[in-house]
């Protein structure tokens, strides 16, 4: 009852309705309460769940792609079931430790595509940071990269798979940057370049890991020159110097400093070594 106000049939007393006045909006909830406890945990989480990798990706350089969750387990002072909390399965400890070595080679590439002067010199830094990271350990690397089931992982194929794909999403990602940067290119055009070089510079270098022994084989250096020249030479060299006249089918332009290796430049002048990347 408001104002002692009754009805006056009834002598019950009326119901108040309470309206808001017209053009009022209604005052912001308040902001949910972050529980302190519950960001310390996640904190906590996240920096165990980092040292884990970290000690895990030792595991593997020392003891080889093949190394068991027991062994990883004990190489990081912990049991297989603490390290089940932090990684659902052995795959899912591929992709952490893939994504690990990702950043890695991202600020790798952030720095080489920041001081390249030409899209040329940026495609061989990035020739560089990839066959470093896999010459850096040739074990850390096949642990990301081969399929769960030769790592000795149960699961359907996409799952075993998800470790690779992942770590080459990932790093086709970090080397589309530049180029959509420094070229005339659209975002696709550098997305589907750089699916294809990735996959030409992974190629070159698992064949290099299997073979670095072999006389004939050049060293790392020397292998960055020529899959660095062959890509320039190729599609990478055609969308840099313009994707238009390449669509068109005009002819090759005038020579420059940034021209494929060993290719006859116009007119007869002379093209420019390696020294030039």
């Not at 590439?109 to 040329?120: D, G, I, K």
């Amino acid at each position: 009852m408001i104002n002692g106000d009754t009805n006056g049939r009834t002598g019950r007393p009326r119901t108040a309705v309470l309206h808001r006045a017209p053009g009022r909006t209604p005052a912001p909830a308040p902001a949910p309460v972050v529980d302190g406890r519950s960001t310390r945990w996640d904190d906590h989480r996240a920096i165990r769940r980092a040292e884990l990798v970290h000690a895990a990706r030792k595991a593997v350089h020392k003891g080889g792609p093949g190394v068991s969750m027991d062994e990883i387990a004990a190489a990081s002072g912990t049991s297989k079931s603490i390290i089940y909390r932090y990684f659902e399965d052995k795959t899912g400890l591929q992709i952490a430790i893939g994504a690990s070595v990702v950043g890695q080679m991202h600020d790798a590439l952030t720095q080489a595509a920041e001081s390249a002067e030409t899209p040329r010199r940026a495609l061989r830094a990035m020739v560089g940071v990839y066959l470093e990271m896999i010459a850096s350990s040739p074990n850390v690397y096949y642990f990301v990269t081969r399929t769960g089931a030769i790592a000795g992982t149960d699961g359907t194929a996409r799952t075993a798979s998800a470790p690779l794909a992942a770590f080459l999403d990932s790093v086709t990602e970090l080397v589309a940057q530049p180029f959509t940067r420094a070229a005339d290119v659209t975002p696709a055009d550098a997305a589907a370049w750089a699916a294809g070089a990735v996959g030409f510079v992974r190629g070159a270098g698992e064949w290099w890991l299997g073979h670095h022994d072999d006389p004939d084989t050049p060293d790392r250096d020397e292998l960055t020159e020529r899959v660095a020249a062959w890509l320039w030479g190729g599609p990478v060299g055609v969308m840099a110097r313009g994707r238009g006249a390449a669509a068109v089918g005009d002819a090759a332009p005038a020579a420059r400093d940034d021209a494929p290796d060993g290719a006859a430049a116009p007119d007869g002048a002379a093209a420019p070594s390696t020294d030039d990347l």
